[in-house]
């Protein structure tokens, strides 16, 4: 052995190593390492807390950066011993003053600093939320990292990560408001936590689903009042209102016990994350860690001294995930998560923000933080969904999004299904191409060779009305939100039926509504793509018009579980299109349907004149050993005889009509209807999927 390899030891017991960042017990050395990435301080601290004392630090360490500090991460080696039993951790760092744009420092000796990447934080009994964001001290106000962060073993063992292809429905949902509502079903204790949506398992497997889409569980701020959860604190550790058993060693393992029983149940975990901006808002906002550890490291800066923060998120401040640090540090968050934590796939809130540089203009090319994560094998199995735009006015759907493998939310398919089935005019060429894959969106060329499963189809998402809503108000309601109904979209493609929200509705109104929903639904499964739909769609929740609840942890906020048993039709109407879709696999294909699909309208030629509301398709499963599908819609509001254009009649099986009442609106398989006769009248709003055995259409077509 050489005196280098006999000297490497000594220095790491001495000095600290850089990596990995945050703090790393180390049983053989008996110490934690800590390390911190900070390119401008000029002076850290370690602090650690005795559960006893949140105020005073039981020891401090004072970094040497002649001893401590390599390139921009400073480190530390402290031996257990030393640490008297502490069980929690922050820093105090200094640097100079704000220096220009590059240079926005916002450096204060006094805060108490959360580690970017500790795993979990603790909040004092007398954490206060106002005192990060005035002058002084906040020590004993301040959340502080958990030393045993994430110590516990947990057993993996017969743990399988699912993969789904033409079987994919995603549902997203939020983990406290699925079973917040006391009429959830589950216990008390679990309401509103992972335990809770694992007793929920059986409902999702009975449902169909087989991707859930978790909106942020990421700790955030408690006081920030954004319980949707999309004002991020940290992006190691898991949100600790959502954890049924709130000691501290074991939140990672509740978060892994609900992600290990979905797998059982082969439904995959998506998490909606948020790394374009963290909770600690603009300048008038808390200092809680990344603003005073190295703020213009982290944040995108503006030339505006009155708001030197840029704002593409919305919210206050934007990452600067052109920064090298700063992507390994979300990298880092994702191997996390995927390694550690077994998730499934990621979707990426206001991805647009990844192709900003630090002066703020766009980078048309490449998204950094998505090319480093296709670079990296061990993320390859990972389902990534980008947001493509940001809340600046950057709108990068389709191949305008640099980030060519990844799926995406479609804004398109959203709005085009919605103004169709509302009845507006010349919508029948975009609702050919949404049905197709919008391909116009994701082209197949030898160039781009995108797949239609890129295309995340849904009508309706945590951001705007449920679908009830959509059918049953023609304004949002938002006055409880606190903004004066100005917070929220405005334009959201909706129609009331005829009558502006619950109270008073007449049964024909109700009826309607019904019908609309189905509509969608129905559209929805039809299509080529990867659909999508929101938690309580189903069973038609509602927020009474609220299109923006993202303060509301309230009924307004929490799945309304009476309304299942108040509308069991809907829910079984999407249970059994569910399972059609599954059973059907030349809907949702690899590829685009291409001369497997034929269009028609109420004749041989579709109709694509501005006052058309019709369209009809035959969709040939021959080269997927499947059936045939014939499916005629009619958006306009009188009936509409269309002529079948393929077959016989007695070949042809209704399945669906979205005018009839259940059960008769979904026919189960072997007891479809037989039709008997070519010319079939539709109702006005309504849709009929008629199905033919391959060889009765071989037979018939030759």
């Known amino acids: ?37 900070s390119k401008h301080a000029q002076s850290i601290t370690l602090l650690l807390y005795t559960e006893s004392n949140i105020v005073d630090p039981i020891f401090e360490y004072q970094f040497d950066y002649l001893k401590n500090k390599t390139g921009r ?58 005192a990060s964001t005035q002058p002084g001290s906040n020590a004993g106000k301040a959340p502080l990292g958990v030393l045993t962060g994430d110590s516990e073993p947990f057993d993996w063992q017969s743990d399988h990560c699912p993969r789904h292809e033409a079987d994919a429905v ?14 959830s079903g589950v216990a008390d204790q679990a309401r509103g936590t992972f335990a ?45 209102d959502y954890l049924s058993d709130h000691a501290v060693k074991a939140q990672h393992n509740e978060v892994r016990d609900m992600i290990k029983a979905l797998h059982q149940a082969d439904i995959e975990v998506i998490l909606d994350v948020v790394y374009n901006h963290t909770g600690e808002g603009d300048h008038t906002g808390p200092v809680y860690s990344y603003k005073g550890i190295d703020n213009s490291t982290y944040y995108l800066m503006a030339d505006r001294p009155d708001a030197p923060y840029e704002n593409f998120s919305g919210t206050g401040n934007t990452l600067n995930t052109a920064n090298r640090a700063v992507r390994k540090m979300i990298m880092d968050s994702v191997r996390h998560w995927a390694h550690e934590m077994h998730v499934d796939g990621f979707r990426f809130d206001l991805a647009s923000l990844f192709t900003r540089n630090p002066d703020g203009s766009v980078n048309a090319n490449d998204v950094p933080l998505l090319s480093d994560m296709a670079s990296d094998p061990t993320m390859a199995h990972l389902r990534l969904i980008a947001e493509p735009w940001d809340a600046a006015g950057l709108y990068q759907l389709g191949r305008a999004f640099p980030g060519i493998m990844a799926c995406q939310w479609n804004g398109r398919y959203r709005d085009d299904l919605r103004r169709f089935v509302k009845g507006d005019p010349g919508m029948v060429p975009a609702l050919m191409r949404r049905l197709y894959g919008s391909d116009d969106l994701f082209p197949d060329d030898r160039m781009n060779a995108y797949h239609p499963h890129q295309s995340v189809n849904y009508l309706a998402s945590h951001d705007g009305f449920t679908l009830y809503d959509l059918v049953a108000y023609n304004r949002k309601r938002n006055w409880a939100n606190g903004h004066g109904n100005t917070d929220g979209m405005v334009e959201n493609h909706s129609w009331n039926c005829g009558w502006e929200g619950d109270e008073g509705a007449p049964p024909e109104v109700v009826k309607l509504r019904k019908q609309q929903i189905r509509n969608f639904c129905c559209l929805l499964f039809l299509s080529n793509g990867t659909p999508m739909f929101r938690a309580g769609d189903e069973f ?62 109420t004749g041989s030629e579709p109709d694509f004149g501005y006052e058309s509301r019709s369209l009809a398709f035959a969709l040939h499963g021959g080269s997927q050993q499947d059936l045939d599908i014939y499916v005629m ?23 669906i009509d979205t005018s009839l009442e259940s059960p008769f609106d979904f026919f189960e398989p072997g007891n479809e209807s ?20 391959q060889d009765q259409g071989d037979r018939n077509e030759n």
Request: proline share 7%; glycine share 8%.
């Open 1 to 37: 052995m050489t005196s280098a390899q006999t000297a490497s030891p000594r220095w790491a017991a001495t000095e600290g190593l850089p990596f990995p960042l945050g703090s790393t017990r180390m049983e053989k050395e008996g110490a934690y390492n800590f390390a911190l990435y």
């Open 674 to 693: 037989t039709i008997q006769c070519l010319q079939y009248r539709v109702p006005g709003r309504a849709i009929v999927v008629l199905v033919r055995d």
């Open 73 to 130: 991460v400073w480190h530390c080696r402290i031996p257990f011993a030393a640490m008297q039993g502490a069980s929690y951790y922050a820093y105090s760092v200094k640097g100079p003053a704000p220096n220009g744009l590059l240079e926005w420092h916002t450096f204060d000796g006094d805060k108490i600093l959360l580690d970017p990447y500790a795993k979990s934080v603790f909040f004092p009994p007398t954490f206060d939320r106002l």
């Open 633 to 655: 819609i009619n958006a306009w509001w009188e009936e509409l005889t269309f002529q079948i254009q393929e077959g016989a009649a007695n070949v042809w099986r209704r399945v």
């Open 196 to 240: 809770g949506l694992v007793e929920k398992i059986p409902y999702l497997k009975d449902l169909g689903v087989t991707v859930v889409e978790l909106m942020p569980v990421f700790q955030y701020d408690p006081a920030d009042g954004n319980y949707w959860g999309y004002m991020p604190l940290n992006f190691f550790s898991p949100h600790h």
């Open 540 to 601: 038609m929740h509602t927020q009474a018009g609220n299109n923006n609840p993202y303060n509301q942890d309230n009924v307004t906020g929490w799945i309304d579980w009476d309304r299942l048993h108040a509308n069991p039709d809907m829910f079984r109407f999407f249970k059994l299109m569910i399972a059609f879709r599954k059973a059907h696999p030349s809907l949702a294909r690899s590829r685009f349907w291409r001369g497997d699909v034929r269009w028609y309208g």
């Open 170 to 183: 995603i549902y997203e949902l939020h983990v406290g408001g699925f079973t917040s509502n006391p009429n």
